[in-house]
Nanobody, 115 residues
């Protein structure tokens, strides 16, 4: 059974940093492209960043230069380092593969950035 468990969110002030982690299990993690998504109140879920099975990464324009995605295949984890956070980064953050499994969204982790 696929499981994705996100952690590391919190309430921070603008300009501060957070590191999100996602613990994955139940599938061939090392061969999947993995991604972080977010959903802000009243908005659709959006792709924030992804990292391929080979370690290449790509970012949404809104977070480029501030966020860094990484993975540890041995530990089956994917992380998102978020620097210089802005109020518009406030959202629930989820990890999933790319493309996302519709049936296996985790509970997400809330990130709130105050101005």
């Amino acid at each position: 059974q696929v499981q994705l468990v996100e952690s590391g969110g919190g309430l921070v002030q603008a300009g501060e940093s957070l590191r999100l982690s996602c613990a994955a299990s139940g599938f061939g993690f090392s061969i999947e492209d993995m991604a972080w998504y977010r959903q802000a109140p009243g908005k659709q879920r959006e792709l924030v960043a992804f990292i391929t099975s080979g370690g290449s990464s790509n970012y949404a324009d809104s977070v480029k230069g501030r966020f860094t995605i990484s993975r540890d295949n041995a530990k089956m984890t994917v992380s998102l380092r978020m620097n210089s956070l802005k109020p518009e980064d406030t959202a629930v953050y989820y990890c999933n593969r790319l493309p996302a499994w519709r049936a296996y969204w985790g509970q997400g982790t809330q990130v709130t950035v105050s101005s």
